[in-house]
């Protein structure tokens, strides 16, 4: 089946610290890749997507590609900030519309001043 | 745009009581809403998807006798808690999906719903 794994939390950083969180996925397919933001006691934001091989998605700093040949959409970010601190949640769906989403576990991450 | 809310934003009820949650894309029509099932850091259980004007689809494992999921209209879809248990205490968190260009859609979540059953 399909599957979202992701690198295991808590992440703990320093302001301005180099940020990876890996994801990896199992798929029959090329599905589309997301990652989700979640900040306490909020709903889910899409943070970025990429829709085939080898795009990129990025925002807000955040930029994450999608490597077809390591089943894989690693979430980086160059210099983190305190309001950077939430759970963030990779997924992936299937084209079609009305296709629910897979997400991973979420990986909490904790930014210190 | 895409924005997706729900109501209430938490609610504290009796055991035995039912309870209804609201989900309405503001800006956007919505043919498909899902409603998810969040448990204290974990992750997101799909509960069911709702398409518009048809019945919706439970995952296995979900009583649809338990939540009841109403998708009236093209921009609100509601979930009921009948006779509600301390068990069912939870973040609800409701998404809609819109096509996107070409194939490929993405879901937009509402800000949850946080019920306490006493």
């Known amino acids: 089946g399909n599957s979202v794994t992701q690198m295991e939390g808590p992440v703990t950083l320093s302001e301005e610290a180099f940020l990876t969180i890996n994801c990896t996925y199992t798929a029959t397919g090329y599905p589309s890749l997301f990652w989700y933001v979640q900040y306490p006691g909020e709903g889910l934001q899409l943070l970025l997507k990429?829709?085939?091989?080898?795009d990129k998605g990025s925002n807000k700093g955040f930029e994450a590609t999608y490597r077809k040949e390591t089943t894989s959409f690693h979430l980086e970010k160059g210099s983190v900030q305190v309001s950077d601190s939430a759970v963030y949640f990779c997924?992936?769906?299937?084209?079609?519309?009305?296709?629910?989403?897979?997400f991973g576990p979420g990986t909490r991450l904790s930014v210190l001043p | 745009g895409a924005v997706v809310s729900q109501h209430p934003s938490w609610v504290i009820c009796k055991s035995g009581t039912s309870v209804k949650i609201e989900c309405r894309s503001l800006?956007?029509?919505?043919?498909?809403m899902f409603w998810y099932r969040q448990f204290p850091k974990q992750s997101l259980m799909l509960m069911a998807t709702s398409n518009e004007g048809s019945k919706a689809t439970y995952e296995q494992g979900v009583e649809k006798d338990k939540f009841l999921i109403n998708h009236a209209s093209l921009t609100l879809s509601t979930l009921t808690v009948t006779s509600a248990h301390p068990e069912d205490s939870s973040f609800y968190i409701c998404s809609a999906s819109t096509p996107g260009q070409g194939y490929q859609e993405t879901q937009y979540f509402g800000p949850g719903t946080r019920l306490l059953v006493l």
């Open positions: 800006d956007f029509q919505a043919t498909t």
């Open positions: 990429a829709t085939k091989a080898d």
């Open positions: 997924a992936l769906s299937f084209g079609g519309y009305g296709q629910n989403f897979v």
